[in-house]
């Protein structure tokens, strides 16, 4: 190992020259000496406040991890978040000689530099002050310490515990955009001059995950409280309040879909979900037994609404944390399920991580040290108390046939009963896993964590769905859905879930949802009432293009269903139909988040990043990469102010008109219509209607082409609901449409399941003025194709 020592001036004076210009010289008067080495695969830069480890983790991912002394080699000794760490990968170092500096120019603007190169990404090492400076392969500046010390510690103690509060300071660009840290109910798409807490609280949640439009992102590297600062436009600011070191990993795209990738080969892929569980989710709080139930199924069915899933919510035990439910409301469960089942009905039921006192399992877990001291609740970082959680626990109610698990107050709460506090509880307490401020945000990750893990280990036939409240880094490997908590049944919070829901996304987690027209206490809303009726509809169109559709919530009527909702219920199950036919598009998205790293629900900025004009529209999305979402989330509103980006055509969904795109104009928007649009190029498939996901799997697909440009879409097929595609066990068909030549191509399919049909009836749209599509109408197709799998070619 070989270390160059640099001298360089840190004293600056300003000195007059003879025109009367002023000008910046350095003295050397004082002396500041940073060392930079070569060793064990990375750099490590020595300051007179720190040392600085980088390691190169791959042409577009760098480590950083920095400490007062140097012997620290993470925030945190242990990081379950993360599933592949860093393996130091090939780059060039470049430290100017001693000649050189002499006789380079050593004014401020103008600092002596080592260059680490890997090809994709430049960092420049200033030889003065040991701050970082990230560029691109062209060597265009995309973020940047500050100059002076930008690395910061302060020791402090905590649960007694020597720690340092670190800060690292950062200039970021005049032009530029920022997105993710999880999800927040400020209302805020574009964090520029915003502070952000990431510590878990009902409603909000921390990911600590920033995307630039500069095209990188930030993975602040912990699970301690901590915060983004920006307030000062010029100043940007990551800090924890406990920590061994300076912990991040700094990651190029440019593309957002490329930055989250990258995300996701550090701390998990999401596997697919059930197809049933891309449909409709029917919740309330409560339904207070299994005949309820089996009602309200009942009347979907009979009505001929789509369904897939009905939840069972709280109270449904004797004890809190007991897997017994009350026997006068839930005397045979099983036969309940089974029932369900019998009528192609999944179940959910909520299961949390806060035991009732009283609990038989309490009273055995307590003695074990498997609860949080203080508390009553299990620590999940504890393998031993997970496995007793899922033996006594969620694996029992595994075992009577409940489908999926609602991990409520998964931040945790922290006291029993439901009223506990949430918002960063763990931080003053110690877990298995180590000192709660090290550990503070790790809870939904840990418990989401033990219920997948052991269930995937009781079998490969049912996938696993886990709701969870809350979510940390990784939580997406353990087929976690997070919803946005209980939120207001109001427009106004109606208004704050969308860039919510979008920064969520951005935060590189694809599975979100709401409690549709909110959750309601402390003011909970009546479905009889009109003005009630207007939002449940607007949110429910909402709800219809998120990844997951779900409706939940406490009713002043105790109703939730979609029959409670009066005049507007036509509308509702119109939508609902709408989702359902759109499933062939939905899954083959799903396949796509779980193959490529996909994003299912888009912000504008995911594909037009380097458009301004997007920037700051956080109340618009794309589903999947054709459909152009603009829910309506004004009250009394009829029409809807949109933005179609840059794009040869769009089409209206509802009319088939064309317009072009990099336009701005009122759409219309009565109470039965949410305003989309469809990209040119865009392949769409549509089924038939149907009453559940697994009806009809044979069933012919409507291809709806829209002209104006080419197009690509791979549609994907498999058994619904086993884990057999990760063994192979899937189809995918490969369609283009070649614009120049008006031809569709549909490709030879690849690969095969047990019950794939032989044929399948592909009916040909081309979509025009005279084609709307709307919720229920199919047009007389152009073309019919009886595809056997062998490529064919239609011609418009």
Known sequence: MKFVRVSLPVLLAVLFTCNGGLQLQAKAQAQSQVKIARQNGGVTIKTATDTLRLTVCSPTVIHIVASPSGTATDAASKQPWLIQKCTPAKFTLTIPSASALQSQNQALWNPAVATVDTGALKVLITLAWGNLEFQDEHGNRLLQEFQDSPRRYVPTTINGQQLYSVKDQFYPAVREALYGLGQHQNGVFNYRGTVVELGQANTDVAIPLLLSTNGYGIFWNTAALSWFDNRFPSEMRFSSNASHAIDYYFIYGPGFDQIIHQYRDMTGHAPMYGRWAYGFWQSKDRYRSAAELLEIAGEYRGAQVPLDNIVQDWFWWVHQGDPDFRPDAYPDVPAALRKLHEEHVHAMISVWATFDPLSKNFQQMKPLGYMIPGTTTYDATNPAAGDFYWNHLVGKLFAQGWDAFWLDSSEPEVAYQHGGESDTELYNKHLYIGNGALYTNIFPLMHTGNVYTHWRAATSQKRVFILTRSGFAGDQRYAATTWSGDVYSTFQAFQRQVPAGLNFALSGMPYWTTDIAGYGPPWARDTRDPAYQELYTRWFEFGVFCPIFRTHGHRANNENELFSYGPVTPILIRYDRLRYRLLP????????????????????????????????????????????????????????????????????????????????????????????????????????????????????????????????????????????????????????????????????????????????????????????????????????????????????
Do not use: C
């Open 585 to 796: 598009y939905i899954y083959s998205l799903a396949w796509q988040v779980t193959h490529n790293d996909s994003t299912i629900m888009r912000p504008l900025v995911m594909d037009w990043r380097t458009d301004p004009k997007v920037w700051n529209i956080g109340n618009e999305f794309m589903f999947g990469p054709d459909i152009l979402v603009n829910p309506v989330t004004e009250q009394g509103a009829t029409a809807r102010y949109v933005y179609l980006p840059p794009a040869p055509e769009w089409y209206d969904f509802w009319t088939g008109k064309s317009m072009p795109g990099d336009q701005r104009f009122n759409a219309p928007a009565p109470l039965d219509r949410i305003p989309l649009y469809v990209e040119a190029g865009s392949i769409l498939p549509m089924g038939p209607e149907i009453d559940y996901a697994a009806e009809k799997p044979d069933a012919p697909i409507d291809l709806r082409i829209y002209p104006g440009a080419d197009g690509h879409f791979v549609l994907y097929e498999d058994q619904g609901d086993t884990y057999n595609y990760e063994k192979g066990e899937r189809a995918t068909i490969p369609i283009d449409w070649n614009d120049t030549l008006q031809t569709l191509t549909i490709g030879a399919r690849s690969g095969s399941y047990p019950g794939m049909p032989a044929s399948r009836t592909f009916n040909i749209i081309f979509v025009h003025p005279n084609h709307g599509v709307g919720a229920t109408i199919t047009p007389n197709p152009d073309r019919t194709v009886i595809y056997t799998g062998a490529a064919v070619t239609v011609h418009e």
